[in-house]
């Protein structure tokens, strides 16, 4: 398996990959992300909202929520993301715990 971003993706697919930051802010963590970074409701973090652009042009639709852990489990990113239906597909593997 391999872990690929969507930067990679879209460069791959000839798309022409680009960024344009959105925001880029410290702020007040809303009560989903200080639960999903371990934090306390209204801590301070840094909000980084970009948008990911390539040659094609399409309407995102499918998206998810994702937290990201360090090596030692601590949580250090929590974001949502927005794919083009057309160019993702999701393969989910559901363990027990």
Same mark, same amino acid.
């Given at each position: /398996? ?7 993706? *879209? ?7 680009? %960024?344009? *930051? ?41 998206? /998810?929520?994702?937290? %990201? ?10 974001? %949502? ?11 989910? %593997? *559901?363990?027990?715990?």
């Amino acid at each position: /398996m391999e872990l690929c971003s969507l930067w990679d993706d *879209l460069a791959q697919a000839g798309a022409g990959p680009a %960024t344009r *930051l959105l925001r880029y802010e410290v702020t007040a963590a809303s009560n989903d992300a200080a639960a999903a970074l371990g934090l306390p409701p209204g801590a301070e973090i840094v909000r980084l909202e970009r948008l990911r652009l390539g040659k094609r042009s399409g309407i995102p639709l499918p998206a /998810m929520q994702r937290t %990201t852990y360090s090596d030692s489990g601590r949580a250090v990113e929590f974001g %949502t993301h927005v794919y083009r239906a057309e160019t993702y597909s999701f393969q989910i %593997t *559901l363990v027990g715990r």
